[in-house]
């Protein structure tokens, strides 16, 4: 018997494991391992009396729903709580997983235990090492803002200090660096003071302080604040009862860490001082990359809320599981919590701090970051993620698959001086599929800081883009010169709530950026690799900046071009979220719009022009479809009658099944070319755009000549 077990629970591990092969009534096959589904606990408030009472592993599914932040959505029945991620509990290296389903089958919201797998089990001696490892905090431990949790935190920044050379990387500078203010915190007991630096840096052979930075949540209840007012009385003091929650907790972590000096945003940059605030926000790359360690409140949603929570701790210890499955042999299994890779990047990364946008380029910039969020105290740096329970999660040893990865990770394989062309591109990769698409689905106060948010990271990876590579590499209205046609097949998320930028007074950017948009954007959706050819080429641009910094955004009053060559077609069909298919279907064309706030427009100013063409990758299904042709549905200018000058207002995939496509040789992507656009010519769905288009009546042969006109490159400008 499990110890401190409900009856449901360890009716889990008893009984039979099920039926392994479909029977002889033809009925399907069961996945190895898998037994039927059944019932758990009659709803939400049940599983939360008996967590509370007596199970630890109902209060481990307990913890793991809270910590989802799904409570509103299980305790609300019928159409407000469908479709919700299954809760999925996971006992020493996936060897058990538990799937857990919540659904609103009447007012109570039954739980169901849908799937239990077992595959390969410890026996009682190999569960004995998992148990001994170390798991902290130790003790009674109630709060993560124990001794046990700072001792550490300190411990971790040693090791990392000692052994990590990623995180010893430092950029080369010709003097002594440090913020234009710090807060000087002094020994316990002392009050905290503003001090300028500029003459702490005169002694030649003097190392510069250590300090932290602090990545929190303004709110709505603006914090203590930095003004030209009250800059001298800062400077001689602030009283512990003017120093917001959030602030006292960030300062208390400091000094247990043993430094006495912090940056926080709003008491080191005059906040009504338009001058010091631009000027440091130049400053902000060097802030965060010289940081000693960053702070990071997960869930204060303000400056009262603080750093610590309540909490636990016997949801830090591991829960022992042993099953008797009389048609199995008896098994032991651990379960380990807080060292699940996917759940905790995913907690980290929606957590309210990380999902304000000014915090994004904080966290990839610092070295180190200390996380502390409700129940646990996390550890990120260029070499390891880790928690407070034990489980290192993230090491140079250690190999994890997609999204899993802190992006702070992707970016220390490129933190040294000398960049590789391999590298560049991997960084250019990694901005458009991991900064770009996370930057936009945070929140920004203030539209018009949407460039001014993202700075001090595009700066820090323009410097790392052009110490490495001969070529020059200029920052575009938030894309790179380098790859930048790849970078332009960004797509909107959410284009039914999304608004142009350019509505903003102030500032604004081209239609081809993703900072074109106010709302979420997706990855480009085809990238630089092999099998990639690129159709079109941007053979030119112009992109005035803003008070001449490219890294401020564009200028408002300039216009912003591309130039563009290659092919360009006019829409004869279209319709957006619609598909339109030709040889019965062989291939098919989707269309996909920016923003519906977008002005209506006639089908005369609808064009496209195709980017990139992907060769086929092997698979041989005819079931099949693969996206092998993307680009840009674009509309003519209002000034531009005469001339070929566009704005983007979507994008465009040509799917293809692999039988469509024609055998790849040298020329393989123009044959396939060739054959799309005679295809869509000869169903009049695109049409060449140097000739008249047609009229729905026209019986205008189609001739090769067409065909041909509408394959041939010509020069576009995009704005």
Request: glycine share 6%; charged share 25%; proline share 7%.
């Amino acid at each position: 018997m499990n110890e401190a077990f409900c009856d449901l629970c360890q009716s889990l591990f008893e009984g039979a494991v099920g039926q392994e092969t479909g029977g002889n009534d033809n009925t399907p096959a069961v996945p190895e391992g898998t037994i039927r589904s059944q019932r758990h606990h009659e709803g939400v408030q049940e599983l939360r009396d008996c967590a509370r009472t007596r199970c630890r592993l109902c209060a481990v599914i307990l913890d793991k729903i809270s910590r989802g932040k799904l409570w509103k959505r299980f305790e609300k029945p019928g159409p407000e709580a469908p479709n919700k991620p299954p809760i999925r509990l996971r006992l020493v290296d996936y060897d058990v997983q538990l799937s857990i389903e919540i659904g609103p089958e009447d007012d109570r919201g039954q739980i169901r235990v849908v799937t239990l797998i077992a595959f390969d089990p410890l026996d009682t001696l190999d569960a004995e090492p998992l148990l001994s490892l170390p798991w902290r905090p130790q003790g009674e431990c109630d709060s993560t803002s124990s001794e046990q949790s700072m001792q550490w935190a300190k411990e971790m920044l040693e090791n990392c200090e000692a052994h990590h050379e990623k995180c010893k990387v430092a950029p080369k500078m010709t003097a002594p660096w440090l913020p234009t203010r710090l807060i000087f915190l002094g020994k316990p007991g002392h009050m905290p003071r503003l001090i300028e630096t500029p003459g702490m840096l005169l002694e030649p052979c003097s190392a510069p302080p250590r300090y932290t930075t602090l990545s929190h949540c303004w709110g709505e209840a603006h914090p203590l604040k930095l003004t030209t007012q009250n800059r001298l009385q800062l400077s001689d003091g602030i009283p512990g009862h003017d120093i917001p929650k959030t602030f006292a907790d960030a300062m208390e972590i400091t000094r247990s860490l043993g430094l006495e000096y912090i940056w926080i945003d709003s008491l080191c940059i005059i906040q009504d001082d338009k001058r010091d605030w631009e000027y440091e926000c130049t400053q902000m790359a060097d802030v965060y990359r010289h940081g000693y360690c960053n702070i990071a409140t997960l869930e204060a949603a303000d400056s009262r809320a603080g750093c610590f929570y309540a909490r636990d701790p016997t949801l830090l210890r591991p829960v022992v599981v042993e099953a008797k499955w009389h048609d199995r042999s008896r098994a032991v299994w651990v379960h380990r919590p807080y060292t699940d890779m996917f759940e905790l990047s995913w907690e980290i990364d929606n957590s309210p701090v990380h999902l304000r946008a000014w915090v994004l380029q904080e966290r990839l910039l610092s070295c180190r970051v200390l996380h502390f969020g409700q129940k646990m105290v996390y550890w990120e740096c260029k070499e390891m993620l880790s928690t407070e329970s034990g489980g290192v999660l993230l090491s140079p040893d250690v190999h994890f698959h997609g999204d899993a990865r802190p992006i702070s990770y992707y970016f220390s394989a490129v933190d040294h001086t000398k960049l590789s062309q391999q590298e560049a591109h991997d960084l250019v990769q990694v901005w458009c599929t991991g900064v770009v698409p996370r930057y936009t689905n945070a929140g920004l106060t203030f539209q018009t800081d949407k460039f001014i948010a993202i700075s001090a990271l595009a700066r820090d990876v323009h410097r790392k883009l052009s110490s490495g590579t001969e070529m020059k590499v200029e920052y575009l209205a938030g894309h790179w010169s380098h790859s930048l046609e790849y970078q332009l097949l960004w797509f909107s998320t959410h284009p039914e709530t999304a608004t142009r930028l350019s509505q903003i007074e102030g500032v604004t950017a081209p239609s081809w950026s993703w900072a074109s948009l106010n709302g979420p954007v997706g990855s480009p959706m085809f990238l630089l690799e092999d099998g990639t050819e690129l159709v079109a080429h941007v053979s030119g641009h112009s992109v005035p900046p803003k008070c001449g910094d490219p890294f401020s955004g564009p200028e408002a009053q300039s216009r912003s071009v591309l130039q563009i060559t290659g092919p360009c077609w006019k829409l004869l069909v279209f319709g957006w979220g619609c598909s339109y298919s030709a040889e019965n279907p062989v291939v098919e064309i989707t269309f996909s719009r920016d923003s519906t706030a977008d002005s209506s427009i006639t089908d005369a100013d609808r064009f496209l022009l195709p980017i990139a063409i992907r060769l086929p990758n092997g698979r041989s299904s005819a079931d099949y479809w693969e996206e092998y042709v993307g680009g840009l549905v674009l509309q003519k200018v209002d000034h531009a009658a005469e001339t070929m000058s566009f704005q983007r207002i979507g994008l465009f995939t040509l799917c293809i099944q692999p039988q469509a496509v024609p055998e790849v040789d040298g020329n393989g992507w123009q044959a396939f070319l060739d054959k799309v656009i005679r295809l869509y010519v000869e169903h009049r769905i695109i049409w060449p755009s140097q000739i008249d288009r047609p009229s729905v009546q026209d019986a205008t042969e189609i001739t090769s000549d067409i065909s041909e006109k509408a394959a041939i490159c010509q020069t576009i400008f995009l704005e």
